[in-house]
């Protein structure tokens, strides 16, 4: 069974400055989905960006991008020039591409908490 | 806005009673979750459906049961609840095709507290 791993319980970073919130995955598999999801005080679940394993570019939404290491299976998130509204728990998140029905579904990891200091 | 309509979003319920939260979306995707969220564990996966009827237990699923009797219609119950149920609960849906079928997307989460 895949499993995700968030080192980092609780990050922090000043505002305007750039943080790096690390993920560990782990998988037999050669073609899966990786995703970094964010989640405000509000506990509502905002998708932030998301990496196709076949595809070699690291994905870049805006100011976040990712550091996608296939061989180390490590999925870190960057945020760039960080805003008070950025504060909030991120979870790494893997996905399966199998067809089969019982792999369509997300592996999270613990989660992180980033705190910016304005 | 990915159309899901949980409900309700809080509800706070007795030791041994049963509680039914529901998960509706507007836009007849194919697949379906209910997740838990608990400090330190992040999200965990709790059931889903495949489609109408078609069911599956996640990593999570004692003391759950599910029904999909509609495509619109997710039902997550808790036969007896315990204490070590009150949690976040999140209904999520996956698109079927196109780009964005590669992504799960979550409603806003119903809190549930057991006492």
């Known amino acids: 069974a895949q499993t995700v791993t968030q080192s980092q319980p609780e990050m922090s970073v000043q505002e305007a400055e750039t943080v790096t919130l690390s993920c560990t995955y782990d998988?037999?598999?050669?073609?899966?989905?990786l995703f970094w999801y964010k989640q405000p005080p509000s506990r509502q679940m905002i998708l932030v960006i998301r990496q196709e394993a076949y595809k070699q570019q690291n994905a870049t939404e805006n100011r976040f991008s990712v550091n996608f290491q296939k061989a180390a299976k490590s999925f870190s998130l960057k945020i760039s020039d960080s805003q008070l509204g950025d504060a909030a728990m991120y979870f790494c998140?893997?996905?399966?591409?199998?067809?089969?029905?019982?792999?369509?579904?997300?592996?999270f990891g613990q989660g992180t908490r980033l705190t910016i200091n304005p | 806005d990915a159309g899901i309509t949980q409900s309700p979003r809080h509800k706070v319920t007795e030791t041994g009673t049963p509680v039914t939260l529901r998960c509706h979306q507007t836009e007849n995707h194919r697949y379906m979750y209910w997740y838990r969220q608990d400090p330190g564990h992040g999200l965990r996966l709790i059931h889903y459906?495949?489609?109408?009827?078609?069911?599956d237990k996640g990593e999570v699923s004692d003391g759950y049961s599910v029904s999909r009797s509609k495509t619109e219609d997710f039902l997550l119950t808790l036969e007896s609840a315990t204490s070590s149920q009150t949690s976040v609960y999140f209904c999520a849906i996956k698109p079927g095709t196109g780009n964005s079928g590669n992504t799960i997307y979550f409603g806003e989460g119903s809190w549930l507290t057991v006492v």
């Open positions: 998140a893997y996905r399966s591409p199998l067809l089969n029905q019982g792999a369509q579904k997300l592996v």
């Open positions: 459906s495949y489609g109408v009827k078609d069911t």
């Open positions: 998988t037999s598999e050669s073609d899966y989905y």
